[in-house]
């Protein structure tokens, strides 16, 4: 089974909206943390945000936030108030607290329109 | 810090030749890791290691070599390119351990190659 899936290959949204992108996790370690990256089209690799699986909260930076929902084992991300500059691939990441592979999701390519 | 190198930025090979792709980091970070990027395929873990003369493979190590003889330096090795090897290729490092598990990994800026 895949440990990160990420269902959405494609997204567009409208400047100044906000957006949810989705990301669902398989695991049975009861410690793990959970990672957004962004990739704009320059190739390099950006981290956003982490949520580990303890924290009570949702985790936020900024114009990102993380929709925890452990239960359904989800770990969306949002981002507010979208900008021209969020056009980017954006990829979901666990790391298992008793391994130490990175597991990562296959992306979701995000177009902010004018 | 200059953070996680890797070199060269661009390669083109020919089919069955043999090359070596280097990756540095100056943040004492036992864990390092190469991916390889192909279109609608995220990333897909090709060697990693948890400290030097330690190393393991991922999910697609078949063609690549790798050695962890320093805790900087994590050198990639394609023994005979193939033109399924052609791909952007992702160096990686991490704090490792008991509990370290909310650590981000940190990324080189990629190299892509080319293999005809």
């Known amino acids: 089974a895949q440990k990160i899936t990420q269902t959405q290959p494609g997204m567009f949204v409208q400047e100044k909206e906000a957006v949810t992108l989705d990301c669902t996790y398989d695991t049975s370690d009861p410690s793990y943390g959970l990672f957004w990256y962004k990739q704009p089209s320059s190739g390099e690799m950006i981290f956003l945000i982490y949520q580990g699986s303890y924290d009570q909260q949702n985790a936020t930076e900024g114009r990102y936030s993380l929709n925890f929902q452990k239960a359904r084992k989800s770990a969306n991300l949002v981002i507010s108030a979208s900008q021209l500059g969020d056009s980017a691939m954006y990829f979901c990441?666990?790391?298992?607290?008793?391994?130490?592979?990175?597991?990562f999701g296959t992306g979701t390519s995000l177009t902010v329109i004018p | 810090n200059a953070g996680v190198t890797q070199t060269p930025k661009f390669q083109v090979l020919k089919t069955g030749q043999s090359m070596t792709l280097q990756c540095a980091q100056d943040m004492n970070h036992e864990y390092m890791s190469w991916y390889r990027q192909d279109p609608g395929m995220g990333l897909r873990l090709i060697h990693y290691?948890?400290?030097?003369?330690?190393?393991d493979q991922g999910e697609v190590p078949n063609g690549y070599n790798v050695s962890r003889s320093t805790t900087e330096d994590f050198p990639l090795r394609l023994l005979s390119a193939a033109p399924s090897q052609t791909s952007v290729y992702f160096c990686a490092s991490s704090p490792t351990g008991t509990g370290l598990y909310y650590n981000e990994q940190f990324f080189g800026p990629g190299t892509r190659l080319t293999v005809l």
């Open positions: 290691s948890v400290g030097a003369g330690i190393t």
């Open positions: 990441a666990m790391r298992e607290g008793s391994g130490n592979q990175f597991y």
